[in-house]
Nanobody, 123 residues
Framework: QLQVKESGGGLVQPGGSLRLTCTIS????????VGWFRQAPGKKREGVAC????????YYADSVKGRFTISRDVARSTLYLQIDNPISDDTGLYYC????????????????WGDGTQVTVSS
């Protein structure tokens, strides 16, 4: 069983930066597919960025390409999401997720979720 815990959310100004952190316990991170998802008020949860466990490939939502960067520290079992140049549409509850399942398209199939950390983009 995996335990997933996010931190690092908060208020950020447009054009600023913020880094989200996710600690995952219960498995070596390089055995897992991992990712970040978000849910804005009144909208469905969507994938933001993820790393699969077939070839360690990274995927990004089109809306965040060039502004968000996903990375991991396997030794620390920690996943990061660097948010640069945020815009108001980036506001939402950000979730970290993971799965043991062997998946290629890592925006689908996650089955262990954290409780989320709120990111608010506002001046």
């Amino acid at each position: 069983q995996l335990q997933v815990k996010e931190s690092g959310g908060g208020l950020v100004q447009p054009g600023g930066s913020l880094r989200l952190t996710c600690t995952i316990s219960g498995s070596r991170m390089d055995d897992l597919a991992v990712g970040w998802f978000r849910q804005a008020p009144g909208k469905k949860r969507e994938g933001v960025a993820c790393i699969n466990n077939s070839k360690g490939q990274e995927y990004y939502a089109d809306s965040v390409k060039g502004r968000f960067t996903i990375s991991r520290d396997v030794a620390r079992s920690t996943l990061y999401l660097q948010i640069d140049n945020p815009i108001s549409d980036d506001t939402g509850l950000y979730y970290c997720a993971a799965t043991f399942k062997y998946i290629s398209w890592c925006f689908l199939g996650m089955d262990h979720w954290g409780d989320g950390t709120q990111v608010t983009v506002s001046s």
